[in-house]
């Protein structure tokens, strides 16, 4: 499984990575510490975290590659996946765009870095 960021949404991410972080991809269902909510509603809901290689990981055991790092995701969320997919930057809205081989799989995909205090408020998914 794999994820290609286009220029734009790399650029978007990587002004927060360095060697002290890590990144997931979660699936918004409110089971752990960086899922926000498991809100009623009919779409799949992603977020991309980033965290401190310090701070903790459970439940996150499988690895997607992309070009720029790998991303942990919980197992049972790839059930939503695709084995291709592209993360895009919708300039207009400043939000991230998920989609695979099939289509479009979440239209505003969150970007959440837990290492910042204001990480959460800076959502623009939310």
Do not use: C, W
Request: no cysteine.
């Amino acid at each position: 499984m794999k994820i290609q960021f286009d220029t734009a949404a790399a650029s978007k991410v990587r002004e927060h990575l360095d060697d002290s972080k890590r990144l997931l991809f979660t699936f918004e269902d409110g089971v752990g510490e960086y899922s926000q909510h498991a809100m009623i509603h009919m779409q799949v809901q992603f977020t991309i975290n980033v965290v401190g290689k310090d701070m903790p990981i459970t439940g996150y055991n499988m690895v997607i590659h992309s070009n720029i790092g790998d991303l942990l995701i919980k197992d049972y969320s790839a059930e939503d996946l695709e084995e291709n997919m592209t993360i895009k930057l919708n300039t207009h809205l400043g939000t991230l765009q998920l989609s695979g081989d099939g289509g479009a799989i979440d239209d505003n995909v969150g970007f959440i870095d837990f290492t910042d205090k204001n990480g959460i408020k800076n959502n623009p998914a939310r």
